[in-house]
């Protein structure tokens, strides 16, 4: 077993403290003109934001921004290069909204898609040598004609070459409609993750996700006010007591500039290994739990023997 990080393929051992829903780089022509809060074209602004993490313990991190919406696999291998990182690109495609009437990524039947998203995967993305490890898919709300070529591409790419498959949950809902497609298309679920359900705080919810086999990837704690009682750190608790561990993940999801520290903003990435951690152990989530939400799931999630 392997991940494949932009620099080639790793023993999961040696990952180390993971987070499992990153944006360091985006750039694209539409996120600077209509989205810049979340335009991150810099690899010097990653390399000293991602410092600051790898100085708190982090070894490696999912950049889930798939192309074409803004990935650079060429900027992700230098900003690992400049920090030690392993970095895990993502294939496939992201919300509708990215991408331009017409486009390929818009338009292309999911036979066509699946052949990119395997290329990105077994051959280099965005025409270099640097090969993605983990699909991306995402819904926004009811499943389009476009999400169902997208997500059976993603399905028939996950079958040709073993990479899991990270979902984009829009305000942390669809989840259950996403894993009952999934697992209609043929994909084990102990290979699929979902992203942002930490939107929704609803234990109901975590739990009915949880049961289907699914791994979460709880991403949105530095979204949250400190004051919240119902938070991340409350539905880890609950989710830990309801015995599924070993299906949790965390990540920042930190694509906005106003989170980076050294750009201004607040926390900082490296929050999620300093203040949630506290938050997580004042709550009873100990180091034990903490290395198998950090370190052992993300490394049997992201792994996968290569076809």
């Given amino acids: 077993m392997i991940v494949r990080t932009v620099h080639g393929d790793i023993d999961p051992g040696a990952l180390g403290m993971t987070y499992a829903h990153e944006h360091f780089i985006i750039d694209s022509p539409m996120v ?57 690109a993502a294939t496939g495609l992201h919300t509708s909204r990215y991408y331009p009437e017409g486009s390929w ?40 004609d476009r999400d169902l070529r997208v997500f059976t591409a993603a399905a028939e790419a996950h079958r040709r070459t073993g990479a899991p498959i990270l979902t984009h949950c829009e305000g942390g809902l669809g989840g259950l409609e996403q894993v009952e497609l999934l697992g209609n298309l043929g994909v084990g679920l102990d290979r699929v ?15 009915d996700l949880l049961a289907t086999g699914v791994s979460l990837v709880y991403d949105q704690a530095l979204r949250q006010p400190s004051q919240v009682t119902e938070s991340t750190s409350w539905l880890v608790e609950e989710m830990v007591a309801a015995g599924y561990t070993g299906q949790l993940m965390l990540g920042t999801d930190g694509a906005r500039r106003s989170m980076w520290t050294t750009l201004g903003g607040s926390p900082g990435l490296d929050w999620l290994l300093i203040g949630f951690a506290a938050a997580l152990d004042d709550r009873g989530i100990d180091a034990e739990l903490r290395t198998m939400l950090f370190i052992d799931n993300p490394a049997r999630f992201l792994s996968f023997e290569p076809a």
């Fill in 105 to 144: 990524a818009a338009e292309a039947p999911s036979e066509r898609l699946a052949d990119r998203f395997i290329a990105d995967i077994s051959e280099g993305a965005d025409h270099t040598e640097h090969r993605a490890g983990v699909i991306k898919v995402a819904t926004m709300g009811e499943f389009t």
């Fill in 193 to 207: 993750a979902l992203s942002h359900t930490d939107k929704v705080l609803d234990s109901v919810y975590h739990r």
């Fill in 32 to 88: 600077e003109a209509e989205l810049p809060e979340i335009h991150l074209p810099s690899v010097d602004e990653a390399v000293a934001e991602i410092a600051r993490c790898r100085d708190a313990g982090l070894g490696a991190a999912v950049d889930a921004m798939p192309g074409p919406a803004g990935r650079d696999v060429a900027r992700l291998a230098d900003v690992s290069d400049r920090t030690g990182l392993h970095i895990i």
